[in-house]
């Protein structure tokens, strides 16, 4: 019997690293001790550079041709808006998209359909359920609960026509839409469907991949084709033929540690490449060899190949390989991949692969004197950064500073900033100038941010891309607690809360779409109330922790209290966005390894924390905390030089 590796990863996570192991290119530093499989701890690859074509790991060896009906791909949600007049929701194409995306993550071959491609199996998709359920009486204004229900039925069936799955699946999404009387319109209503579609993936990855019937077929075909291969079955023969029992299962497991662990390979220290095979099928594992290949440079410093012998059913055998790094090894990227052999061609059906930066001379972290670097230009735009695309990554910039209503301040250098950052976020960020939408002044209206938001987002996010939030504008610390708001173009003091956009609810909203990461910053200059003395400000709720963050959303927000912001005249900027653009183009790179993370971000802006005239500092929050040196603080906001 061949273990097959199961447990596949989508998502970026905090706390578990595999799921950056899955991301296309990976630069720079590895996190050294740390196995590769199971699921306890991971390697860290703190390094991320988003391309249009991920590499797959699937889990099962079968070759698998889609076949998805015409009229699945026609299927849409319906529901009756404010008006009572119908409405559509077309969904077959965004079902069928994600489906063959999710299948491509459990198998390993996808054949297309019409393909002369031949394929071990064939899987189908029905939709068996799709509801809308939302209830809103004629032109009412208010706020009326959505749910969604999305239940497809997919089977899995072999040439001989034998059933492998079988089984329904479902996903649900609950959303609060809204109603604000002067349209149609029902805002929100994309959410919950976004939401539906996502648990349906995680369900469909997971279920395949679990399915006994597919993981017993894949067995048989991979026993079948090393019996051919081997002379010893023939070409008419299935997989139930005489001495099929008698193959090994090899898997193992590998570890690469360096002597100071410090998640650096450096010239002169001592390096440990542990690897652990275990045979757990019916037959002797002949002539096992642990290889060793990848970059050249490094792959000599290491004895390779290494016997282990042979290796009896349920053995498990250890080696640990040790090298003492040259030193006269130079600075670079390298890989090192470890891959289990056999003598009679049944060795491991995975490799494993490190990915690390080899630093030549210990402990040389460059100068270490302070040196103050002189303010550059920022509304001069970086040049565009070749080769680095994040195609299925959305941002959304808002910038209000010319309000309709006199009552409510102006911001001189709101939509200056806003502009500037979405063309940031395209240059040296990686996000085509298409996938970012920027709302500035009377093109912000509760309608515009409630739209792009609420159905704009949710139809263009992608868990395979990330979501960026950057909002400049007045607001208001509201009830309960110190609730941010964002206050729309058309707001004034008397109409704030319902012509804004809480903090909270954007969160929510965030928390629901499917991503890698979420990164909300929030710039925002708040209403001082005349009842406020000198230095009484009220905290807000995400300096208490009352906002919560779920999964990959972080909010980074430019001050814990309500006060006004600062700007820099001889900038032409708000403070923080000036701070911002700055650290984007280069000044956080700290490490100058050419990348700008987000812990560089925001140690940098917390550095350029500014004091509010009250002998008080504008304190930085950031919800969740983030660790400068984790996976998350290591995640690229931009590439700082090419």
Same mark, same amino acid.
């Given at each position: 019997?061949?273990?097959?590796?199961?447990?596949?990863?989508?998502?970026?996570?905090?706390?578990?690293?595999?799921?950056?192991?899955?991301?296309?290119?990976?630069?720079?530093?590895?996190?050294?001790?740390?196995?590769?499989?199971?699921?306890?701890?991971?390697?860290?690859?703190?390094?991320?550079?988003?391309?249009?074509?991920?590499?797959?790991?699937? #889990?099962?060896?079968?070759?698998?041709? *889609?076949?998805?009906?015409?009229?699945?791909?026609? !299927?849409?949600?319906?529901?009756?808006?404010?008006?009572?007049?119908?409405?559509?929701?077309?969904?077959?194409?965004?079902?069928?998209?994600?489906?063959?995306?999710?299948?491509?993550?459990?198998?390993?071959?996808?054949?297309?359909?019409? #393909?002369?491609?031949?394929?071990?199996?064939v899987l189908t998709p029905v939709l068996e359920t799709s509801e809308l359920e939302l209830h809103i009486p004629r032109r009412e204004i208010g706020e009326y609960p959505l749910k969604v229900l999305i239940r497809l039925r997919l089977t899995v069936?072999?040439?001989?026509?034998?059933?492998?799955?079988?089984?329904?699946?479902?996903?649900?999404?609950?959303?609060? !839409?809204?109603?604000?009387?002067?349209?149609?319109?029902?805002?929100?209503?994309?959410?919950?469907?976004?939401?539906?579609?996502?648990?349906?993936?995680?369900?469909?990855?997971?279920?395949?991949?679990?399915?006994?019937? *597919?993981?017993?077929?894949?067995?048989?075909?991979?026993?079948?084709?090393?019996?051919? !291969?081997?002379?010893?079955?023939?070409?008419?023969?299935?997989?139930?033929?005489?001495?099929?029992?008698?193959?090994?299962?090899?898997?193992?497991?590998?570890?690469?540690?360096?002597?100071?662990?410090? +998640?650096?390979?450096?010239?002169?220290?001592?390096?440990?490449?542990?690897?652990?095979?275990?045979?757990?099928?019916?037959?002797?594992?002949?002539?096992?060899?642990?290889?060793?290949?990848?970059?050249?440079?490094?792959?000599?410093?290491?004895?390779?190949?290494?016997?282990?012998?042979?290796?009896?059913?349920?053995?498990?055998? +250890?080696?640990?390989?040790?090298?003492?790094?040259?030193?006269?090894?130079?600075?670079?990227?390298?890989?090192?991949?470890?891959?289990?052999?056999?003598?009679?061609?049944?060795?491991?059906?995975?490799?494993?692969?490190?990915?690390?930066?080899?630093?030549?001379?210990?402990?040389?972290?460059?100068?270490?004197?302070?040196?103050?670097?002189?303010?550059?230009?920022?509304?001069?735009?970086?040049?565009?950064?070749?080769?680095?695309?994040?195609?299925?990554?959305?941002?959304?910039?808002?910038? *209000?500073?010319?309000?309709?209503?006199?009552?409510?301040?102006?911001?001189?250098?709101?939509?200056?900033?806003?502009?500037?950052?979405?063309?940031?976020?395209?240059?040296?960020?990686?996000?085509?100038?298409?996938?970012?939408?920027?709302?500035?002044?009377?093109?912000?209206?509760?309608?515009?941010?409630?739209?792009?938001?609420?159905?704009?987002?949710?139809k263009k996010a992608r868990s395979s891309g990330i979501l960026f939030v950057y909002l400049v504008g007045n607001g208001i610390a509201g009830p309960p607690g110190g609730e941010p708001v964002l206050l729309s173009y058309e707001a004034n003091r008397?109409?704030?809360? #319902?012509?804004?956009?809480?903090?909270?609810?954007?969160?929510?909203?965030?928390?629901?779409?499917?991503?890698?990461?979420?990164?909300?910053?929030?710039?925002?200059?708040?209403?001082?109330?005349?009842?406020?003395?000198?230095?009484?400000?009220?905290?807000?709720?995400?300096?208490?922790?009352?906002?919560?963050?779920?999964?990959?959303?972080?909010?980074?927000?430019?001050?814990?209290?309500?006060?006004?912001?600062?700007?820099?005249?001889?900038?032409?900027?708000?403070?923080?966005?000036?701070?911002?653009?700055?650290?984007?183009?280069?000044?956080?790179?700290?490490?100058?390894?050419?990348?700008?993370?987000?812990?560089?971000?925001?140690?940098?802006?917390?550095? +350029?924390?500014?004091?509010?005239?009250?002998? #008080?500092?504008?304190?930085?929050?950031?919800?969740?905390?983030?660790?400068?040196?984790?996976?998350?603080?290591?995640?690229?906001?931009?590439?700082?030089?090419?």
């Amino acid at each position: 019997m061949i273990i097959f590796l199961l447990a596949l990863r989508r998502r970026i996570s905090g706390l578990c690293s595999s799921d950056f192991a899955a991301w296309p290119a990976i630069i720079g530093f590895v996190a050294l001790t740390l196995a590769l499989t199971g699921c306890g701890q991971k390697l860290v690859f703190p390094r991320l550079e988003f391309k249009s074509e991920e590499p797959k790991q699937p #889990s099962i060896p079968l070759a698998v041709r *889609i076949e998805i009906p015409d009229v699945f791909k026609q !299927a849409q949600l319906f529901y009756r808006d404010s008006c009572n007049v119908p409405q559509a929701i077309p969904i077959g194409e965004r079902l069928a998209e994600q489906l063959k995306a999710d299948a491509a993550q459990v198998f390993e071959k996808i054949v297309e359909a019409g #393909s002369t491609e031949p394929a071990d199996a064939v899987l189908t998709p029905v939709l068996e359920t799709s509801e809308l359920e939302l209830h809103i009486p004629r032109r009412e204004i208010g706020e009326y609960p959505l749910k969604v229900l999305i239940r497809l039925r997919l089977t899995v069936i072999d040439t001989q026509g034998k059933a492998l799955f079988n089984e329904a699946i479902k996903g649900e999404g609950k959303w609060t !839409a809204r109603t604000d009387g002067t349209a149609c319109t029902v805002q929100g209503v994309m959410l919950p469907v976004t939401e539906s579609i996502e648990k349906l993936s995680d369900r469909e990855v997971e279920s395949l991949t679990q399915a006994v019937g *597919i993981r017993d077929a894949a067995i048989r075909l991979r026993t079948r084709q090393e019996l051919l !291969a081997t002379g010893k079955a023939p070409a008419g023969s299935g997989p139930g033929v005489k001495g099929s029992d008698e193959m090994p299962g090899l898997s193992f497991r590998a570890s690469l540690e360096d002597e100071n662990r410090n +998640q650096m390979l450096e010239g002169g220290e001592k390096v440990v490449v542990r690897v652990e095979v275990s045979n757990s099928g019916p037959g002797v594992a002949r002539g096992v060899q642990v290889v060793l290949s990848g970059t050249p440079t490094l792959v000599k410093e290491f004895t390779t190949p290494t016997l282990l012998g042979d290796i009896q059913p349920g053995e498990k055998k +250890q080696v640990a390989i040790t090298s003492t790094l040259s030193a006269a090894l130079v600075e670079q990227q390298t890989e090192l991949v470890v891959q289990v052999t056999e003598a009679n061609g049944h060795g491991a059906p995975t490799r494993k692969r490190f990915v690390a930066t080899v630093r030549a001379v210990p402990g040389s972290v460059g100068p270490t004197e302070s040196v103050e670097v002189l303010s550059v230009d920022v509304d001069q735009i970086p040049a565009k950064v070749a080769d680095f695309e994040r195609r299925t990554s959305y941002a959304v910039v808002v910038g *209000i500073g010319n309000y309709r209503e006199t009552d409510v301040p102006r911001l001189k250098y709101a939509k200056h900033d806003a502009e500037m950052v979405g063309k940031y976020l395209s240059a040296v960020g990686g996000f085509p100038a298409d996938n970012v939408r920027i709302l500035t002044d009377d093109h912000a209206l509760s309608a515009d941010l409630q739209d792009t938001f609420e159905n704009w987002l949710p139809k263009k996010a992608r868990s395979s891309g990330i979501l960026f939030v950057y909002l400049v504008g007045n607001g208001i610390a509201g009830p309960p607690g110190g609730e941010p708001v964002l206050l729309s173009y058309e707001a004034n003091r008397s109409t704030s809360s #319902s012509r804004g956009y809480s903090m909270r609810r954007l969160e929510e909203v965030m928390n629901r779409l499917p991503s890698r990461l979420k990164l909300i910053f929030a710039d925002l200059s708040f209403l001082t109330e005349p009842a406020q003395s000198q230095g009484g400000s009220k905290r807000l709720i995400w300096a208490d922790g009352k906002l919560q963050s779920k999964g990959r959303t972080v909010v980074v927000a430019s001050s814990s209290v309500a006060v006004p912001s600062l700007s820099v005249e001889a900038g032409q900027h708000g403070l923080f966005t000036y701070h911002f653009l700055k650290a984007l183009r280069g000044q956080a790179d700290r490490n100058k390894d050419g990348w700008v993370d987000l812990g560089e971000v925001l140690s940098y802006l917390r550095d +350029q924390a500014p004091t509010d005239g009250t002998d #008080s500092r504008t304190e930085l929050v950031v919800v969740p905390d983030v660790d400068p040196d984790g996976p998350l603080g290591s995640f690229p906001l931009a590439k700082s030089r090419h």
